[in-house]
Each structure stands twice: as structure tokens, then as C-alpha cells.
């Protein structure tokens, strides 16, 4: 995977679609969104760590409110520029899900077709059948910081290909097997509970990147 989208904004984080390379998703979460559980330890103001000397970057956590069930998270991220005086704003709504030692953040997207920038955001009450998929994301949870790591594509191609997971690997017309990062999807299609064995299995293994974003709690 292409590692050079380490300094991008912490909106890049929330929204998985970082600029040159595949970030796989699931069709199904590893568990209903009305039986997820609330985590208030997660609640708080983070900074994060690893941004550009001149990117400061705010995610503040808590629930999301009336309209969702009871355990979803909202996350509102703030960016600002050192030499700018913008400020960026974006909002997203999600639920976790304990595996191991770690949980895994569920950001799901609308079947709605919005721009790709925009695919994350859920301004409206939850609707389970508006729902095309999730984005996940292993958090390790401290008390004074959260680390969060992204799906590892090649090993979750591999695993597809193998037959070791139920999946598709989606490629842009005229693109080689080879092609780079970017002009392909990858999907895992299991149902809840295969989902889960695989990601019990793996949780603590290749599954997942090692953590490549870290944020302190400031509040």
C-alpha cells in the first residue's frame, strides 16, 4: 500500500479514500447497529500526533443524538491550516464493535449516490435499508489516546482470492491485475457471523495496517 498519505488531514482518516490506494469495505457489519453497544470512554476532544508540522486537526467524539440508536457515535473533525485562518468542518456518524482487545469503528455510507468526498456523511435519521456498506477501522482504545489502523488490501485480496473470506475484487475497465492502488474495490461480502470468525481470527494479524494514526486526548 501505497504510504504516502500519512500527512494528509484527519478527514482523510473518517472518509477512507485516501489518494492512492485501495481501502477494502464490508457489505455487513460485524454486528446489527441496533444492538451495538455505546463506548463513553471514546467520548472526548482528541488532537491528532502525526499530522504536518503546519496542519492542526481536532476529532471531537460523543454520541450522535436524537434520530440514531443509542451506542452511534458522532464525530465532528476540525482542520485548520497554521497559516490559514479557514477553518475545516466535516461531521460522521458510526458505532463500534469490541473484537479481541481492540474495537472496530463502522462508518457506514447512504446507497444514495453522492460525490465520493461526500459518501460518509449522514445527516439524516439511521435508516438500515439506506445502507450500502460500512468503512472499518480498528481502534485501540488508552485512556489518553486512541490509535487507529485501515484494512490491509493486499492481504484481504489475498484472502478473497483464496476463498478464505466471501469477497469481490472490482477493477476499472481495461485494468490489469497489477493495476496501481486506486483503480480497483475491494469488498468483503460475508455475513455477519463468518464476518466476525475472520476478523476474530485476524484481528491481531495481518487484517489490519500497523496503527498509522494516533490522537491524543486533550479533553
Sequence with gaps: ????????????????????CTIPTVENPLVAPAD??????LHGVYRSTDCPDNLVNYAHIGPAGDGYP?????????????????????SYIGFVEPIGKHHVLHIP?????????????WNQNWEDDQVAGYM??????APDDVEM???????????????????????????????????K???IT??????????TRHIDGELFNESRWKFTRVK
Excluded at 500500500?1 to 492512492?20: E, K, T
Design 70 to 90: 443509542a451506542s452511534f457515535l458522532r464525530i465532528v473533525v476540525v482542520s485548520q491550516p497554521k497559516d490559514q485562518t479557514a477553518l475545516g468542518f466535516s
Design 190 to 199: 460475508a455475513d455477519t457471523d463468518d464476518l466476525r470468525k475472520f476478523f
Design 136 to 141: 472499518v477501522m480498528r481502534l485501540s482504545v
Design 149 to 183: 489502523s485501515d484494512l490491509n488490501d493486499d492481504f484481504v485480496e489475498q484472502q478473497i482470492a483464496a476463498k478464505k473470506i466471501d469477497g469481490r475484487v472490482t477493477r476499472k475497465a481495461g485494468e490489469r491485475d497489477d493495476a496501481e492502488p486506486g483503480n
Design 1 to 20: 500500500m501505497n504510504r504516502n498519505n500519512r500527512g494528509l488531514p484527519i478527514v482523510a482518516l473518517f472518509l477512507l479514500a485516501c489518494s492512492g
Design 109 to 121: 455510507w447512504s446507497k444514495t449516490e453522492v460525490p465520493d468526498e461526500q459518501r460518509t456523511n
Design 36 to 41: 451495538a453497544k455505546p463506548l463513553p470512554s
Design 185 to 187: 474495490t475491494i469488498t
